[in-house]
């Protein structure tokens, strides 16, 4: 790295700063869809000490403000696009067959399930109904918004600190999820711990966040630019192709090539926190539909859209 170059690792350097400003747009059906305002700038994208596809870490910029959904995509609001998507349930460990699992399908739950060729029609038919320019996020929007101005592995701070007020990670609720057998269909089964020195499921022992399974959009806390959820919970699609490092914008990694593997972002309620920091990257091809993977919106800024 030229020092130029390093000159510039100022990590999170803001161009344009602006207060939380909030975008909101109709769906149709009684649903609307919140936006927040994420400002432009630079910021170094990737973990110089991370894995292979983490690095090399490098300078990119953001060059135009835009709004992202504040939390990810619900299963009300996509109905409104595809009412006939199921999200459907989530595993149960040691469950017989009376019982499909834990449910996945609240109205209120991120929608998963939905591959990325799904979450790319459900943006193109965004733009038709409202007139905006809707697309899933850039590799590099989606980190710079979930970084939020913060050079460390979460706005948090980093693996020893305490996720369970800001995210839903595979916690140490997680070994509860093994189900006893009661002796009947339709009885309330109680939820028994796997040992603690089995390692699975993988999960986190130290901390306990809000719920063991996927969960309401919204119930941890915001990041500093109002974003909801970009770590765990689900996890979420990006524009990009799963390419090699450094990123380039301009490479053809968003040109939006459906045979081309997909990167995704954020970890998921079933992820272990170091499986969802903000660099961390996994690959899907567009066809597949993940258990725990759904999307959030970006729009870019129009004319009419005033940044102070």
Same mark, same amino acid.
């Given at each position: 790295?030229?020092?130029?170059?390093?000159?510039?690792?100022?990590?999170?350097?803001?161009?344009?700063?602006?207060? *939380?400003?909030?975008?909101?747009? *109709?769906?149709?059906?009684?649903?609307?869809?919140?936006?927040?305002?994420?400002?432009?700038?630079?910021?170094?994208?990737?973990?110089?000490?991370?894995?292979?596809?983490?690095?090399? @870490?490098?300078?990119?910029? *953001?060059?135009?403000?835009?709004?992202?959904?504040?939390?990810?995509?619900?299963?009300?609001?996509?109905?409104?696009?595809?009412?006939?998507?199921?999200?459907?349930?989530?595993?149960?460990?040691?469950?017989?067959?009376?019982?499909?699992?834990?449910?996945?399908?609240?109205?209120?739950?991120?929608?998963?399930?939905?591959?990325?060729?799904?979450?790319? @029609?459900?943006?193109?038919?965004?733009?038709?109904?409202?007139?905006?320019?809707?697309?899933?996020?850039?590799?590099?929007?989606?980190?710079?918004?979930?970084?939020?101005?913060?050079?460390?592995?979460?706005?948090?701070?980093?693996?020893?600190?305490?996720?369970?007020?800001?995210?839903?990670?595979?916690?140490?609720?997680?070994?509860?999820?093994?189900?006893?057998?009661?002796?009947?269909?339709?009885?309330?089964?109680?939820?028994?711990?796997?040992?603690?020195?089995?390692?699975?499921?993988?999960?986190?022992?130290?901390?306990?966040?809000?719920?063991?399974?996927?969960?309401?959009?919204?119930?941890?806390?915001?990041?500093?630019?109002?974003?909801?959820?970009?770590?765990?919970?689900?996890?979420?699609?990006?524009?990009?192709?799963?390419?090699?490092?450094?990123?380039?914008?301009?490479?053809?990694?968003? @040109?939006?090539?459906?045979?081309?593997?997909?990167?995704?972002?954020?970890?998921?309620?079933?992820?272990?926190?170091?499986?969802?920091?903000?660099?961390?990257?996994?690959?899907?091809?567009?066809?597949?539909?993940?258990?725990?993977?759904?999307?959030?919106?970006?729009?870019?800024?129009?004319?009419?859209?005033?940044?102070?």
């Amino acid at each position: 790295m030229s020092a130029n170059a390093a000159s510039e690792l100022q990590l999170g350097r803001i161009d344009q700063v602006a207060p *939380i400003t909030t975008k909101t747009i *109709i769906l149709g059906e009684g649903q609307s869809m919140t936006f927040r305002l994420i400002p432009a700038g630079k910021f170094v994208m990737g973990r110089a000490d991370g894995r292979p596809d983490e690095k090399p @870490a490098c300078v990119v910029e *953001i060059a135009k403000p835009f709004w992202l959904s504040e939390t990810e995509v619900r299963n009300d609001q996509y109905a409104v696009f595809d009412p006939e998507h199921d999200s459907g349930w989530q595993d149960i460990f040691d469950k017989d067959h009376a019982a499909p699992g834990y449910p996945g399908c609240h109205r209120r739950m991120p929608v998963v399930r939905v591959s990325w060729n799904e979450a790319s @029609a459900f943006c193109a038919w965004l733009s038709k109904k409202t007139g905006e320019k809707a697309s899933l996020p850039t590799e590099a929007q989606w980190e710079w918004a979930a970084r939020a101005g913060t050079d460390t592995l979460f706005p948090w701070g980093g693996l020893d600190d305490d996720f369970s007020p800001y995210a839903n990670f595979a916690d140490a609720d997680v070994r509860n999820m093994k189900l006893g057998w009661q002796g009947k269909a339709g009885a309330i089964r109680a939820r028994r711990p796997f040992r603690i020195d089995q390692n699975y499921p993988l999960h986190e022992e130290r901390w306990k966040d809000d719920w063991f399974n996927i969960n309401y959009v919204g119930r941890a806390d915001c990041n500093l630019w109002g974003l909801y959820d970009m770590h765990g919970n689900a996890a979420e699609w990006t524009r990009s192709d799963y390419a090699p490092y450094p990123y380039v914008d301009s490479d053809g990694r968003n @040109a939006g090539n459906a045979e081309k593997k997909k990167s995704v972002r954020g970890g998921s309620f079933a992820s272990r926190p170091r499986d969802g920091t903000s660099a961390c990257r996994l690959g899907y091809w567009p066809w597949q539909k993940v258990y725990d993977v759904g999307f959030r919106v970006v729009l870019e800024m129009s004319p009419a859209d005033c940044v102070e």
